[in-house]
């Protein structure tokens, strides 16, 4: 036999598991001297490949696992595995997919607590090992002119990631991770409630928060390039009851100390032109 | 033949010792990365392998060039690896006599191949692919397998010498490996070791694996058995001064007790070398 059928032969036998259609790779094996049955041997590839796979899912979804409870994440999983083969020589994409896999896959689509969670977990692991940036302090700003404050822009962190999430996702990951973490921790329900939240890192770690409406609305467009001045302008802040540009100024101030913020600057007038999405 | 020189006595950098590595900065020589764990844009295995390279030694040891496989090259997953190497400035980087998928598609595992002469000119012809594209000889490593097949042309050993003279690449010498399938296939190891160029090696790995009593796991989640610190000693006999290390992937002990091991190897090097100066004398 061909290396190359030989490997397609091997591969496919790993993929699927052990079984009956294992007959022809076994006959390719030589017998043990210790008297190991040819399939027991066999199966060190096949089932060391689900659990390899089984555990990277796991180390990047305690709070998935947690809400699902684990015989639903562990079918969950296994749908995955065979549904998703890894294509990237680096372990770390595997489980990338997932929260893509399950909002396309009939049997999953519908928990949208679950991929509420899934989403989340992937943005946290995602910011984990992000490119490297410097966060700047709220002490940048010292630098310019009182005049240009309305035209200052902002540049994220390219770990910052914002999320839409079902109520309660945030909580439950909280819960999931903590070191007195309960037995069960509820799925949140799959209502119409929505939460805000950041995920970015800080320090080496992955950080997150959840955010008021108007701040998830104003971060999104900071982050977009708009200008200090024309968030202020818009329609979700004239309509917070509150005096805008002093609540924008309490979020710009936490997310300089988030160490959100790496770089600020001041807009050119064609660029101060852009109107923000939400206005 | 022009080796890199010794490093001395190393450890597998694993994210569970960072701490204590960078705090206590213990007798470790050098340790040995896995390439891909740091093929990452940033964050924190980065600027701690920094940390780290600047008062240590590092050499690279990847697990996804999958040399044997009849896939072609992946060279996006090369580039990442030279870019890398070109930050870490290793002593060397290795990878292993394995394939880890086809079709595009990755097992994440080290997968064994028959010993047969079109395996042979498959790999040594990508080794030397690598090593034209790494501008840097390539150290190449003995897998462990659970399995062997009956197409097999010729044994472990001779695959091995053959390939590492014909693409001149240097040698890994995982010992625990040699232990693990020629317990699982019933050849012997010293021959295995006997019968590899001991020239070509510039390194042993040295770990655990979980015996199965029918056959032995490649786990690198317990302390090096008996019988492979035997094998060690052999090994160190024939191939003189050859940089070590142990390797640990699960079950993590407290750093001392890796530390011991690292301990015992120089306590088996400094015997050997008595007992040479003994009888030159």
Partial sequence: ?279 | MEKPPPLGYGLGLRPIYYEEILSSRPPIDWFEIISENYMLAGGRPLAMLERIRADYPVVMHGVSMSLASTDPLNFDYLRQLKALAERVQPAWVSDHIAWTGVHGVTLHDLLPIPYTRESLAHVVERIQRVQDFLKRRLVVENASTYVSFVDSEMSEHEFVREMAERADCLLLLDVNNVFVSSFNHGFDPVAFIDGVPAERVVQFHMAGHTNNETHRVDTHDQPVCDEVWALYEHARRRCGDVSAMIERDDNYPPLAELLDELQNMRDIDARILKEQALSAA
């Fill in chain 1, 1 to 279: 036999m061909k290396l190359a059928d030989f490997q397609s032969l091997f591969q496919q036998r790993v993929l699927a598991g052990s079984g009956e259609a294992d007959k022809p790779l076994l006959k390719k094996l030589r017998p043990s001297p210790r008297g190991a049955a040819p399939e027991t041997l066999l199966d060190v590839y096949q089932t060391g490949y689900r659990i390899r796979l089984a555990d990277f899912v796991s180390q990047d979804h305690p709070g998935l696992r947690a809400i699902l409870g684990d015989e639903a994440f562990d079918a969950l999983v296994d749908d995955y595995i065979d549904q998703c083969p890894s294509r990237d020589p680096n372990a770390r994409w595997f489980t990338t997919g997932l929260p893509d896999f399950m909002r396309e896959n009939a049997r999953w689509r519908d928990d949208v607590a679950a991929v509420s969670m899934a989403l989340f977990e992937r943005a946290m692991v995602d910011a984990f090992d992000s490119a490297d940036e410097t966060p700047v302090t709220v002490q940048a700003l010292a630098g310019f002119a009182p005049d240009d404050w309305a035209r200052l822009a902002f540049e994220f962190d390219p770990s910052l990631t914002l999320l839409e999430l079902v109520a309660g996702t945030v909580e439950a990951y909280g819960a999931a991770i903590s070191e007195e973490a309960p037995a069960k921790v509820d799925k949140p329900a799959a209502g119409d409630q929505i939460e805000y939240a950041a995920v970015w890192r800080v320090d080496h770690e992955s950080a997150y928060r959840q955010l008021e409406p108007d701040e998830y609305v104003a971060l999104s467009e900071a982050r977009a390039g708009h200008a200090f001045g024309d968030i202020c302008q818009m329609t979700a802040f004239q309509q917070a009851g509150e005096i805008a540009p002093e609540r924008l100024a309490q979020s710009l101030s936490s997310w300089f100390e988030d160490g959100m913020i790496i770089g600020v600057r001041v807009r050119e007038d064609d660029q101060s032109s852009n109107t923000p999405s939400s206005a």
